[in-house]
């Protein structure tokens, strides 16, 4: 409990705020950018932000990544990253972004990738797993897909807390919803 303020020496106190439960993440295997498999279940115990991109994207994708770029680094920063704090970016077009596509992605973004993990895989595996996220993606003009910007952060149960979109992905709202779950 935080006190608001204090009036003839009675503090009223305000509610500490907790994100709802929205439902479970799903599990799912598939394979990291260094060519290894990857569970999802192996980030228990960790805060997680969950996006989905495709390296080729001109619209919403290079902004979350970059978005993801400045969470990455104040995280960091506040000793975060790691033991506590994942990132998952996970392909919406395992056809072109194999896990050497996706190196290269990560090197153009400058992305240090000890605790972003970027994934692929078979196409229908990969699309097993958007679909169990509520995801979709369908071809577009000139090679593109046409997807929804959410990215999903899911607390150290594996419960999803919050799901943003591009306009609510803002590195302080961000962050404090990760601190709060820290806390929990």
Partial sequence: MIPIF???????????????????????????????????AELRGKVVLVSFIFTTCSGTCPATTHRFAKVQEALAKRGLMGDKVRLVSISLDPVRDRPGVLRNYMRLYEIDG???????????????????????????????????????????????????????????????????????
């Fill in 6 to 40: 204090a009036c003839l020496g009675v503090a009223l106190v305000a509610e500490t705020y907790r994100l709802p439960i929205i439902d479970h993440a799903p599990d799912f295997a598939l394979t990291d950018a260094a060519e290894k498999p990857f569970r999802f």
């Fill in 114 to 184: 000890k605790h972003w993990h970027f994934l692929t895989g078979p196409p229908s595996d990969v699309n097993k797993v958007v679909r169990a996220w509520g995801m979709w993606a369908k071809p577009a003009a000139n090679g593109q897909l046409d997807h929804p910007s959410r990215v999903y952060l899911v607390d150290q149960q594996g419960r999803i807390r919050e799901i943003y979109n591009l306009d609510f992905l803002r590195l302080p709202w961000v962050l404090e919803d990760v601190e709060g779950l820290l806390k929990e």
